[in-house]
């Protein structure tokens, strides 16, 4: 009868998939870049699990009409998005927004790390160690705003 249980608890699993046991939950349409580095998708604020985007230094991209002006990494991020991302609920804040862990739509990518890897992102404390790595690599290598300076507008 164990034996039973267990190859029965397999077989769904291979079925349905990994059940999720956490109570958090998974949002998945359009992105729209808020000029905080938020994202808003279906109305919810959600902020990228486990970085940080500093907003210092506005700058314009000329090539849209209208420019868009924003700081150089949401800008960098709205570029990244375009469209659809698939983002796994990690933690509820008191204003209703959520952190999550976000992947882009087309390549599966995940946002935090690419912002990370590009220098236009810090790593919070207690982030995982893969993001604590990218943030030193991208330091180390002058990427994104640990470069330097391109272009501002005051």
Same mark, same amino acid.
């Given at each position: 009868?164990?034996?039973? +249980? ?7 699993? /291979?079925?349905?998939?990994? *059940?999720? #046991? ?12 808020? %000029?905080? @580095? ?11 699990f @486990?970085? &940080?985007? =500093?907003? !210092?230094?506005?700058? $314009?991209?000329?090539?849209?009409? =209208?420019?868009? $002006?924003?700081p150089?990494?949401?800008l ?9 991302? &698939? ?9 209703? +927004?959520? %952190?999550? *862990? $976000? ?8 946002? @935090?790390?690419?912002? /990370?890897?590009h220098?236009?992102?810090?790593? #919070? =404390?207690?982030?995982? !160690?893969? &993001? ?11 990427? @994104? ?7 501002t !507008?005051?």
């Open positions: 009868m164990r034996c039973f +249980s267990l190859g029965l608890c397999l077989a769904v699993t /291979l079925v349905l998939g990994p *059940i999720n #046991l956490s109570a958090s939950a998974d949002v998945g349409s359009r992105a729209k870049i808020q %000029s905080d @580095g938020t994202l808003l998708i279906n109305g919810k604020m959600v902020r990228l @486990g970085i &940080y985007i =500093p907003t !210092i230094e506005r700058t $314009c991209r000329t090539t849209l009409l =209208p420019p868009k $002006c924003a150089r990494a949401v960098q991020l709205d570029f990244k998005v375009h469209g659809f991302v &698939y983002c796994e609920e990690v933690q509820k804040h008191a204003d209703r +927004s959520v %952190s999550a *862990i $976000c992947l882009t739509g087309r390549d599966r990518e995940d946002l @935090g790390a690419w912002m /990370l890897t220098g236009w992102a810090v790593a #919070l =404390p207690g982030a995982s !160690i893969e &993001y604590v790595t990218l943030e030193r690599f991208a330091r180390a290598n002058g990427r @994104g705003f640990w470069g330097f300076q391109v272009d !507008i005051r």
